[in-house]
């Protein structure tokens, strides 16, 4: 059974920081992309940022460049996204995501979210 487990979200004031973890079990964690997405009320849900399975690439969405880092680390299957200077339209629940194209079908797992709210 696949099982994606974020963690680290919470409060924090405009202009602080959070670390955002997901923990994967069953699957091989190595073969899979992650990506970050995120849902606020109201809105549709939206990619965060992307990392390839051997962490050698990632992209981010244009609003979150230069404030999100995205990695992981294989031998541990979690994958992390550290978000710095966050605003109050950062907050949202968080969704980790895997997924893995065999073929010509879409191997895709979620997460629960982990919900991250900024405000002061």
């Known amino acids: 059974q696949v099982r994606l487990v974020e963690s680290g979200g919470g409060l924090v004031q405009p202009g602080g920081s959070l670390r955002l973890s997901c923990a994967a079990s069953?699957?091989?964690?190595?073969?899979?992309?992650m990506r970050w997405y995120r849902q606020a009320p109201g809105k549709e849900r939206e990619l965060v940022a992307a990392?390839?399975?051997?962490?050698?690439?990632?992209n981010y969405a244009d609003s979150m460049k230069g404030r999100f880092a995205i990695s992981r680390d294989n031998a541990k299957n979690t994958v992390y996204l550290q978000m710095n200077s966050l605003k109050p339209e950062d907050t949202a629940v968080y969704y980790c995501?895997?997924?893995?194209?065999?073929?010509?079908?879409?191997?895709?797992?979620w997460g629960q979210g982990t919900q991250v709210t900024v405000s002061s």
């Open positions: 990392i390839t399975s051997a962490g050698g690439s990632t």
């Open positions: 995501n895997a997924v893995r194209t065999l073929g010509s079908y879409d191997y895709a797992y």
């Open positions: 069953g699957l091989i964690f190595s073969s899979y992309t």
